[in-house]
């Protein structure tokens, strides 16, 4: 029965999955670089939190680390020389995986995607007719920027955005539309009043993949914010003049579909190396537009980021080059040499190879989520995010967010599915995922909803997950490059065996409607 259904999955998605043209079939590549996982006997669907790592990619850092010496890249030693042309190849590297131009863009190492996300807040140009907009569907460390902005006097506005199709005579039409959420302001002390002295800036900023729903957004939002925004989305009516600028959290994103930064020319992209290939953690990337760079504006200096300064006066002169202005301290310089091994692993697949794969498994999951019925007819699975519409079905990315009905209506609680599949050796996560305008707009939570979960003592990562009979977060499943029909099918039949129930059971003395066999077992002991 397993070979029959794996073979339909095949007719399906067969031209995509497995990479069919990579020297190693996904069989031989999870045989031999992941072995960790069989040993476990191990479902592991949390590759939007971080991803895997393979044995080869390990062995090859390790011989690279242990057959090199590779000095401080500050120093003037021929090690340390040496680390230093590898430290430039590797900002190279991160260029050219988003088709950025080095005569237009600098790669600048952080300590990964928050630090790159901080540095724009902390560092941009904002002042008291500056506005900072950004997309409902942002992680925390976005929302973030928000206090820089409000903090200098300057507007923030949450946005959704909708694309609508239009049928015409010669193709399908596609238009953008922007809601505004209320605009945000604090009374700053010491804020200039009228208009500003200087030029104005303002920041956009969305997520090239949402982490909570999966949704990709359109990379055109880009051009359309850059060189059309108020004619186009109406922002004009509440942000009346200045340069919009434009910050795309990839993050997620980049490990199936990076930007291509020719096409769609960002000001600022924040990455992160996990999230790509496992190892290593702590390190991500700013990927900053030369001009964008020359705007920002930064007070802290420090090793590495000064050609002089005198300790009892006042005096500083500051390095020029972009990288080297902005990266305080020494950069994690073996977290660095050893990213071009986690790069070739990623260019022997090849990143579009990547994305079929995955997009071949996450499609098959959700259509069978989606087909999953209670003995009433009563739909299991509640996902997010717009499977309903037929273009964007297409452009969902790794991530399936969903919850699950019992067959009475009601929820069953995210913290329950996760101890039980975690039972079951399926690794995934829950909650809402550090996305909290995603997470209440696709359940559905008002901000007084909001508020009086939180003033009722419900905070990230507790058991509440259930509150006035309304979810208040989501179970998440997300796939990485090493990821197998096999996964997906075991975590599909988790879900059937787990939380469908084909009819009512009754216990007799103790009514279980509508409790799937495996639940009423453990709820009984």
């Not at 008291?128 to 942002?138: A, D, I, V």
């Not at 509440?238 to 291509?260: E, H, Y």
């Amino acid at each position: 029965m397993g070979d029959g259904a794996k073979e339909e999955f095949l007719r399906d998605f067969g031209e995509h999955y497995g990479y069919p043209n990579a020297p190693n079939s996904i069989d031989q590549i999870r045989a031999t670089q992941f072995k960790r996982l069989q040993v476990q006997d191990l479902v592991y669907l949390d590759h939007a939190g971080a991803t895997l790592y393979s044995d080869l990619q390990m062995e090859s850092v390790f011989n690279d680390l242990t057959n090199n010496v590779y000095g401080n890249p500050h120093s003037q030693s021929d090690s340390s020389s040496a680390t230093l042309d590898i430290v430039k190849h590797a900002r190279q590297q991160v260029l050219d995986y988003c088709n950025a131009s080095p005569k237009e863009y600098k790669c600048i190492f952080t300590s990964g995607a928050t630090a790159a996300l901080k540095l724009v807040g902390e560092a941009f140009p904002w002042n008291c007719s500056s506005s900072f907009m950004y997309t409902m569907e942002n992680h925390n460390s976005v929302l973030g920027i928000r206090e820089y902005a409000l903090g200098h006097g300057a507007a923030a506005i949450a946005v959704d955005i909708e694309e609508d199709i239009h049928p015409g005579i010669t193709g399908d039409t596609l238009t953008t539309k922007m809601s505004l959420h209320q605009v945000q302001r604090r009374n700053v002390a010491g804020s200039p009043e009228g208009e500003p002295t200087g030029d104005v800036y303002n920041l956009f900023a969305f997520p090239s993949e949402c982490n909570f729903s999966g949704l990709r957004f359109d990379l055109d939002l880009v051009n359309i914010i850059k060189e059309d925004s108020s004619k186009s989305l109406g922002i004009s009516s509440v942000c009346k003049n200045g340069q919009w600028m434009v910050l795309i959290d990839a993050a997620k994103g980049c490990a199936t579909v990076p930007p291509d930064l020719s096409k769609h020319p960002a000001d600022f992209v924040a990455i992160s190396f996990y999230k790509l290939f496992g190892y290593p953690t702590g390190l991500g990337a700013l990927i900053v537009r030369n001009d964008a760079a020359m705007l920002l504006k930064k007070n802290y200096f420090s090793g590495g980021t000064v050609s002089a300064s005198i300790a009892d006066i006042d005096f500083v002169k500051r390095r020029e080059g972009i990288e080297e202005l902005f990266e305080d301290g020494t950069v994690s310089f073996l977290s660095i040499v050893s990213i071009r091994h986690g790069f070739k692993i990623l260019s022997s697949l090849t990143v579009s190879a990547i994305s079929r794969h995955i997009a071949s498994l996450a499609l098959y999951t959700r259509k069978m989520l989606l087909a999953m019925r209670h003995g009433n007819g009563s739909s299991v699975c509640i996902l997010y995010g717009h499977h309903n519409s037929k273009k964007l079905h297409h452009e969902m990315g790794s991530i399936i967010s969903f919850n699950l009905k019992r067959l009475d209506g009601s929820w069953y609680g995210y913290r329950e599915v996760e101890k039980l599949a975690s039972l079951s050796a399926i690794q995934l996560r829950t909650g809402c995922f550090c996305n909290p305008g995603a997470c209440a707009k696709y359940l559905g939570l008002s901000h007084l909803d909001l508020i009086s979960n939180t003033e009722a003592g419900h905070i990230c990562w507790d058991d509440h997950d259930i509150i006035n009979g309304k979810p208040v977060g989501a179970v998440r499943v997300s796939f990485g490059y090493m990821s197998t029909y096999e996964d997906a099918k075991k975590f599909v039949d988790f879900v059937a065996s787990s939380f469908v129930s084909p009819q009512n059971h009754i216990d007799h003395g103790n009514q279980m409607e509508g409790q799937p066999p495996f639940l009423t077992l453990i709820y009984s002991l």
